[in-house]
């Protein structure tokens, strides 16, 4: 993954969602902000774009996103539950129509055997017709900090692209 590859797959989702007449809003703790870079990079990005917030600290988690405190205590920052409230929390912030938050340890340091460097858990929210659809997935990426936070940025990118497919 190149960042002319990050440019044009966000190209393609702009344009996708512009399409749709769908919106996306991001919660991001590792990637700190790039994946909502990488949207407002593209023109025409202010039709589709509707909220993003960098939650790097577990206290903005819970005081922005309305991550559950016993969550974050019993699961940690980076876990399935904890990225799926935040998915949801900026979906209901937002009104957008689809969302994605991404929680990992980007490294070098702050690994465990658990939790190591590199391991990155996505969730995304869209809304449906009985609520709200979450679905959630864990990758591992190798590299350098840089190179784990552009992988997951694109993976965060491609899972919106693969979520908003689906609404048609």
Request: charged residues 20%.
């Amino acid at each position: 993954m190149t960042e002319t590859d990050l440019k044009n797959l966000a190209e393609a989702l702009v344009n996708e969602l512009a399409a749709a007449g769908k919106s996306v809003a991001t919660a991001e703790s590792c990637t700190g902000g790039w994946v909502a870079k990488a949207l407002t990079d593209i023109p025409g990005s202010s039709r589709v774009f509707a909220y993003g917030i960098v939650s790097y600290s577990n206290g903005a988690k819970e005081s922005v996103l309305g991550v559950i405190n016993a969550t974050l205590a019993e699961h940690g920052a980076v876990s399935e539950a904890v990225v799926k409230e935040m998915a949801e929390g900026v979906l209901q912030l937002s009104g957008a129509d689809i969302s994605v938050a991404v929680s990992g340890v980007a490294g070098p340091d702050g690994g465990s055997p658990e939790k190591p460097v590199g391991m990155v858990w996505f969730a995304w929210a869209r809304r449906g017709k009985s609520g709200c659809d979450v679905f959630a997935e864990c990758r591992r990426f190798d590299g350098d900090r840089w190179q784990v936070r552009l992988q997951s940025v694109a993976a965060a990118l491609q899972g919106v692209l693969e979520r908003l497919r689906q609404y048609a």
